[in-house]
C-alpha cells in the first residue's frame, strides 16, 4: 500500500475511533416537510419534545434552556429535543444558525426553506395555528401526546414528557 493510502486509512480510522458525531454537533439545517417528515421517522423509538421557535420570540429563547436541560436530565430514557424555527427563511439556515451557535448550541434545530410558516410544523400538525413558542411532545411511536403553546414552565415540560415515556 503506498504511503498516502496508508494515511488516508489511518485517518479514517481515527475518525471512526474518536470522532463521533450526534444530532446536536450538526449546525441549523434548511429543510422541507418531507425532508423533516424523514426526520422524524428516523427517530422513531425515541421520545421527542419538537419545539417551534424563533429568534426574534423573546418567550421561546426564555423556554429553550429549560428545554434544554430537560431532554439532558431524560436522554437516557431515549429523549431528544428537535428545535423548528420558523424565522424567514435564508440561504442554507445561516441566520438560524448563527443565532441558535451563539445561544444555544447544543440546540438541534431545523428550518424551514420554503415560504410558508407552517411548512414544517404541518408534519406535526395540519391545524398548527401558528403561535409560538409551541411544544410537541411525541411519544416512541410518532403520535402526538401534548400540544403546550405559549411559554410553559419546567415543570409542565417534565409533566408532558412523563406522559410519553
Same mark, same amino acid.
Given at each position: 500500500?503506498?504511503? &498516502?493510502?496508508?494515511?488516508?486509512?489511518?485517518?479514517?480510522?481515527? $475518525?471512526? #475511533?474518536? $470522532?463521533?458525531?450526534?444530532?446536536?454537533?450538526?449546525?441549523?439545517?434548511?429543510?422541507?416537510?418531507?425532508?423533516?417528515?424523514?426526520?422524524? !421517522?428516523? @427517530?422513531?423509538?425515541? /421520545?421527542?419534545?419538537?419545539?417551534?421557535?424563533?429568534?426574534? $420570540?423573546?418567550? $421561546?429563547?426564555? @423556554?429553550?434552556?429549560?428545554?434544554?436541560?430537560?431532554?439532558?436530565?431524560?436522554?437516557?430514557?431515549? /429523549?431528544?429535543? #428537535?428545535?423548528? &424555527?420558523?424565522?424567514?427563511?435564508?440561504?442554507?439556515?445561516?441566520?438560524? @444558525? !448563527?443565532?441558535?451557535?451563539?445561544?444555544?448550541?447544543?440546540?438541534?434545530?431545523?428550518?424551514?426553506?420554503?415560504?410558508?410558516?407552517?411548512?414544517?410544523?404541518?408534519?406535526?400538525?395540519?391545524?398548527?395555528?401558528?403561535?409560538?413558542?409551541?411544544?410537541?411532545?411525541?411519544?416512541?411511536?410518532?403520535?402526538?401526546?401534548?400540544?403546550?403553546?405559549?411559554?410553559?414552565?419546567?415543570?409542565?415540560?417534565?409533566?408532558? /414528557?412523563?406522559?410519553?415515556?
Amino acid at each position: 500500500m503506498r504511503k &498516502s493510502h496508508q494515511t488516508l486509512w489511518l485517518g479514517a480510522l481515527i $475518525c471512526l #475511533i474518536g $470522532c463521533t458525531t450526534t444530532l446536536a454537533d450538526t449546525p441549523a439545517r434548511a429543510t422541507d416537510a418531507a425532508g423533516f417528515k424523514t426526520v422524524l !421517522q428516523a @427517530e422513531r423509538g425515541s /421520545v421527542l419534545i419538537v419545539n417551534l421557535w424563533a429568534t426574534w $420570540c423573546v418567550p $421561546c429563547l426564555r @423556554e429553550v434552556p429549560d428545554l434544554l436541560a430537560l431532554a439532558k436530565e431524560h436522554e437516557k430514557q431515549g /429523549v431528544k429535543l #428537535i428545535g423548528v &424555527s420558523v424565522d424567514d427563511p435564508s440561504p442554507g439556515a445561516a441566520v438560524v @444558525e !448563527q443565532f441558535r451557535k451563539k445561544y444555544f448550541p447544543a440546540f438541534v434545530t431545523f428550518a424551514r426553506n420554503g415560504p410558508q410558516m407552517d411548512e414544517l410544523a404541518s408534519v406535526i400538525d395540519p391545524a398548527w395555528n401558528e403561535v409560538v413558542p409551541t411544544t410537541y411532545v411525541l411519544d416512541r411511536q410518532g403520535k402526538v401526546v401534548a400540544r403546550l403553546q405559549g411559554k410553559k414552565s419546567l415543570g409542565e415540560f417534565r409533566e408532558a /414528557v412523563r406522559k410519553a415515556l
